[in-house]
Nanobody, 126 residues
């Protein structure tokens, strides 16, 4: 059973930075592709970023490209999301998730992921 625990959220001002962490336990994190998603109030959960298990390939939503960076440390079983130049529209609960190998929808479909963390709140004030 895989457990994912996000941390690092908070209340910041527009233009500030935050780094989210997602610590994994159980399962095979080091050989799992991982993703970050977010969900704002009243909106559907949306793709933010994803990374392959090697860390070589990364993918981003257009809305965060150039501002967010996803990375991972397999020795620490942790995936990160560095968020720079935060905007009020980035306000949401951020979730990390483990990709289901071989599933259609990589990297941006919610249905392609099975295990999810509880989420961490990010609030950006203007």
């Amino acid at each position: 059973q895989v457990q994912l625990v996000e941390s690092g959220g908070g209340l910041v001002q527009a233009g500030d930075s935050l780094r989210l962490s997602c610590a994994a336990s159980g399962g095979t994190f080091s050989t799992s592709n991982m993703g970050w998603f977010r969900q704002a109030p009243g909106k559907v959960r949306e793709f933010v970023a994803a990374i392959t298990w090697t860390g070589v390939n990364t993918y981003y939503a257009d809305s965060v490209k150039g501002r967010f960076t996803i990375s991972r440390d397999n020795a620490k079983n942790t995936v990160y999301l560095q968020m720079n130049g935060l905007k009020p529209e980035d306000t949401a609960i951020y979730y990390c998730a483990k990709y289901i190998p071989g599933t259609a929808g990589w990297p941006n479909s919610v249905r392609a992921y099975d295990y999810w963390g509880q989420g961490t709140q990010v609030t950006v004030s203007s």
